[in-house]
């Protein structure tokens, strides 16, 4: 990695930060518990549900503004709940294995305060790649045989409890995270763009690297840890691993005063 100047560096970071409170802070994505309730602000219109018929897929490409709420289970079954004039907004398609969600160029898009919510029920969802602004939570537990993420716009994730056995997360957007994942074979993140959050990962080996603004608390099970942070921010990491490599430069710090503590 090259070395910047500290007043770029310094920069960068603050441009980071002030893009993630921003991309945060406007499309804000209200969760389930207000799904039932959600009106438009423009006019009142309540929200209606809508079944839509899609099957044998195990992928998502969104592109739009969408809250995810995910359960597995042996049926496929995809439930949309928006207002009936957002509704004629967002477009969603099977391609493939992969359900498609985007907005309607020849409506224009939703008003960003009004929040899809869309209910997902299938056996796996392997490939989840986000380039609009999404909420994705898993309240249930999910085993799986892999799980990668690729977050390229806006994104907040809660899935407490996912077995798989491997597991790749990339951030080159803006990703908060509150993630606990067992990855028996190995789990990696690749962080270039505004990651922080919350990760607890047991399992076999553990990646991080992470090159841009990264803010995480890392609590890990593992047999390998190798945790790299050339960019911007402070790693707390914490818990226990039989093998650790770490490498920390630029403006950046790794706090492993609880990792392997005694």
Do not use: W
Request: charge should be positive.
């Amino acid at each position: 990695m090259k070395k910047f100047d500290i007043t770029i560096i310094l920069t960068v970071l603050l441009i980071c930060i002030s893009y993630n409170m921003y991309a945060i802070n406007r499309y804000t994505i209200k969760g389930l518990a207000d799904a039932t309730t959600l009106t438009s602000q423009a006019s009142a219109e309540k929200v209606t549900s809508y079944t839509l018929n899609y099957k044998n897929f195990n992928a998502i490409d969104v592109d739009n503004v969408v809250s995810i709420i995910y359960k597995q289970s042996n049926q496929f079954n995809v439930r949309l709940e928006c207002t009936p004039s957002n509704r004629e907004k967002i477009v969603i398609t099977q391609k493939g294995n992969t359900l498609v969600i985007k907005s309607n160029s020849k409506n224009g898009n939703n008003n960003k305060r009004d929040a899809y919510q869309l209910y997902i029920e299938a056996p796996s969802l392997e490939d989840i790649k986000i380039e609009g602004v999404a909420n994705i939570s898993a309240p249930a537990p999910i085993k799986q045989n892999r799980l990668n993420l690729n977050i390229e716009g806006v994104c907040n994730i809660n899935t407490p409890s996912i077995t798989v056995k491997d597991c790749k997360l990339s951030i080159d957007g803006v990703c908060n995270t509150q993630m606990g994942i067992t990855a028996t074979h190995q789990f990696e993140a690749i962080v270039e763009g505004v990651g922080k959050g919350s990760l607890k990962v047991n399992g076999g080996n553990c990646i991080f690297k992470c090159e841009g603004v990264c803010n995480f608390n890392v609590d890990v099970d593992c047999k390998e840890l190798h945790f790299t942070n050339e960019g911007v921010g402070k790693s707390t990491l914490s818990g226990t691993a039989d093998k650790v490599d770490l490498n920390g430069d630029g403006v950046s710090k790794i706090d492993v005063r609880k990792l392997n503590a005694l």
